[in-house]
């Protein structure tokens, strides 16, 4: 019987794909059709057992260390369910929020924020809770905002100036785009009407000139870039691979013949070294230039099973490394790991039968000429995890089930050992299993980088409310994990940076200036500076997350004592690092500083 599923699955979807540009979009009434264009399909599957030599790189000047790691639980109220999470620039505070068709919380708004929301003007029905917090990453406390619309599943990204723009959501808020600005006394400001399609569980991404796309989401196969604030969008543009990863399952569900699975939600968007947009939608990848709107080149398909939203697996742009001076070629890697069967959603929702995630990572240098996917194990399967880039280059992986999908309540078997990814380890040895935790982080959970190195963790509600008497309750505790470079027997290793003495803005191709203190005579090969993008994090997708490794231009030792100088060349333009706030960290022998703020523009 299933595999009488899957060929009435894959038959009509056949059809779908040789005639997508006759049939009419049932969303055509915003959207305007990209015409047909010739699209190059590149690579294979590589075999297994094939090895990059790039990719046997080692940073034999890191220090090794047996620490696994180390968890610490600094609050027992989070305040809301953290759905979404970015750790907004200059201000140090987690924003932190979940949706208002809940109509409660755990913090309740204050006397300044009234009145209450009206939920129905007719019954006078009012949500006086509030359902967005800043949480102080030093104290734990809490400030409440008041926020109109619905914010469900929703996307964001922060601007040059480093305040965050939101999109989409639920029904109300579907189409808004939202603002918050990173002041004392700063709330939301929403404009309802501002997207011309509903966003719901779409991703938005920063581009080089410090602008936003929002692509996908439920029901809406195409795009839009985010207009100026208080203007609205009139129509959004058709992207075929939406449409194309859309998962069916054919057969007779009561009144209808088929079940909606999807896999195509949240899409993983990357904004790559060319200037273009790295695209994955449940198991296929595309190049699309977003100047000129159209699709450049399409990826090998990931085998294994599909990777976003209800499957949800992970994915990241892999650390971009910078030499000084003329760079010809700057490099793309993009790692995916984790997910679930193409139809695992259906079992889990309609049957409770969890299937096993998926344990496997695809890995792929898509600025090559003939890209190809490079495979590799996880210690363990997970599904709706998260994965944060450390300042080191390495990836954290974290959060998450074995078994099962995304939505309510529909995975079993928590992933509480968190595990490692060496970026320049040998392919099949880059993992590293780390301390586990004791809360279980399932749906709706997230993972945070922070200025001391640490990460936080918050989240986990499988519920569709605020429910705390089940077997995964809705979790309003706030952890944080130290990663192993933050052993305290390399205490004495960790540099720390001088801020009134180092450049905290600089233009693109500018020379940056660090000062910082450590007991350590320095060596230039020793040394790494990075820059870190915060990401938005929702639903295992950190929007516009990356790290870039500046490339070093001289070391100069002792220029005040136990002081030394660093000096790198910046960014050469907005495609390797869209303008706005970065924490930048000196990395020595594996061991980072704690982070500074640093603007580029």
Known sequence: METMFKFLYIFPLLLVSAYATLLPDPYDDPVIEIPPLEVKKLGHIENIADIDREELEINRNAIKTPFPGKWELVSLNSGVSAMHAILLPKVNQVLMYDATVWKISKIPLPQEKMPCRVIDPKTNEVDCWAHSVLFDIETAKLKPLKIQTDTWCSSGGLTVDGHLVGTGGYQGGANTVRYLWTCDTCDWIEYPTALAEPRWYSTQVTLPDGGFIVVGGRGAFSYEYIPPQGQSNKQSIYL????????????????????????????????????????????????FDPKANRVIREYPVLSGG????????????????????????????????????????????????????????????????????????????????????????????????????????????????????????????????????????????VSVLLPDGKVLIAGSNTHDGYKFDQKYPTELRVEKFSPPYLDPALAHLRPEIVLDKSDCMVGYGQRISIQVKTTEVIKQGDIRISMYAPAF?????????????????????????????????????????????????????????????????
């Open 306 to 445: 599909s990777r976003n939203y209800p499957a949800s697996g992970m994915s990241v742009l892999l650390p971009i490394k910078l030499h000084a001076g003329h760079q010809k070629i700057i490099h793309s890697d993009i790692l995916v790991c984790g997910g679930a069967a193409w139809d695992a959603f259906y079992y889990a929702e309609d049957k409770k039968q969890f299937w096993p995630a998926l344990q496997d990572c695809g890995r792929i240098r898509i600025t090559e000429p003939n890209p190809v996917w490079k495979k590799e194990m996880m210690p363990t399967r997970r599904v709706m995890g998260d994965m944060t880039i450390l300042p080191t280059g390495d990836v954290l992986l974290v959060n998450g089930a074995q078994n099962g999908t995304s939505a309510w309540n529909d995975a079993e078997e928590p992933a509480l050992v968190p595990a490692l990814y060496k970026t320049k380890e040998k392919r099949h040895h880059r993992f590293q299993e780390l301390a586990p935790t004791t809360i279980p982080r399932m749906y709706h959970s």
């Open 240 to 287: 075929p691979l939406l449409r194309e990863t859309h998962d069916q399952l054919a057969g007779h569900f009561g009144t209808e013949n088929f079940y909606r699975i999807e896999n195509n939600l949240y899409p993983f968007v990357n904004l790559v070294t060319d200037g273009n947009l790295f695209i994955f939608s449940n198991n296929r990848s595309i190049l």
């Open 537 to 601: 994090t929702t639903h295992g997708t950190s929007m516009n997350q990356r790290l870039v490794i500046l490339g070093l231009i001289e070391v100069i030792n002792d220029v005040a004592p136990g002081q030394h100088k660093i000096v790198a060349e910046a960014p050469p333009s907005g495609v390797i690092t869209p303008p706005g706030y970065y924490l930048l960290y000196v990395v020595y022998k594996g061991v980072p500083s704690p982070g500074m703020w640093f603007q580029i523009k």
